[in-house]
């Protein structure tokens, strides 16, 4: 099993910054892929980012060029910085990782943008 613990969400100002956080801990060798994705009210859960163990990365097209993920493999951590938020990026973030095809979540982080 694999425990994420993310942190870093909370209110913010259009335009404004928020870096979130996840480290993952316990069954840990063989991950794979760290995400991101987001789930506002009534909407489905989307991708948002994601890192292979490489480091390549993709982006949901709205976010691309405000947002940054990067992951340190020591410490098995990921991290989401937002920039240039907007309103509509008011969501629950959920960490993610893969291990051996198997995906693990983490409780989610609320982000609030306000206009």
């Known amino acids: 099993q694999v425990q994420l613990v993310e942190s870093g969400g909370g209110l913010v100002q259009a335009g404004g910054s928020l870096r979130l956080s996840c480290a993952a801990s316990?069954?840990?060798?063989?991950?794979?892929?760290m995400s991101w994705y987001r789930q506002a009210p009534g909407k489905q859960r989307d991708l948002v980012a994601r890192i292979t163990y490489g480091g390549s990365t993709n982006y949901l097209d709205s976010v691309k060029g405000r947002f940054t993920i990067s992951r340190d493999n020591a410490k098995n951590t990921v991290d989401l910085q937002m920039n240039k938020l907007k309103p509509e990026d008011t969501a629950v973030y959920y960490c993610?990782?893969?291990?051996?095809?198997?995906?693990?979540w983490g409780t989610g982080t609320l982000v609030t943008v306000s206009a």
């Open positions: 316990g069954s840990i060798f063989g991950i794979s892929h």
């Open positions: 993610n990782v893969q291990r051996f095809d198997v995906d693990y």
